[in-house]
């Protein structure tokens, strides 16, 4: 059963940058599709931002499109979310799923991390 652990939030100023990482253990991991979702204070979980096994399909939402990236690298079991040019809207915590397929649907996932928060202040 894989397991998933994020890292890299914090504190950081409008118009900088954070990028999370979410570290995964486990058999099969290179099989799946991973996602990003978020949730603000008081707010559903949303989705962020997928990418497929092979990194060669990526997703974004409309909000943070231009701006974040995501990427994956199989050697390391490792994906990451490089996010830039924040804004205070982007604060949540972030979450790391990994499912079978490569959706945008957070019901989809059957594996997620414990979420990482992210604060951006104006």
């Known amino acids: 059963q894989a397991q998933l652990v994020e890292s890299g939030g914090g504190l950081v100023q409008a118009g900088g940058s954070l990028r999370l990482s979410c570290a995964a253990s486990?058999?099969?991991?290179?099989?799946?599709?991973q996602g990003w979702f978020r949730q603000g204070p008081g707010k559903e979980r949303e989705f962020v931002a997928a990418?497929?096994?092979?990194?060669?399909?990526?997703y974004y939402a409309d909000s943070v499109k231009g701006r974040f990236t995501i990427s994956r690298d199989n050697a390391r079991n490792t994906m990451y979310l490089q996010m830039d040019s924040l804004k205070p809207e982007d604060t949540a915590v972030y979450y790391c799923a990994a499912g079978e397929l490569l959706t945008v649907a957070k019901d989809q996932y059957g594996y997620w991390g414990q979420g990482t928060q992210v604060t951006v202040s104006s």
């Open positions: 486990g058999p099969s991991f290179r099989i799946y599709g």
């Open positions: 990418i497929s096994r092979s990194g060669g399909s990526k």
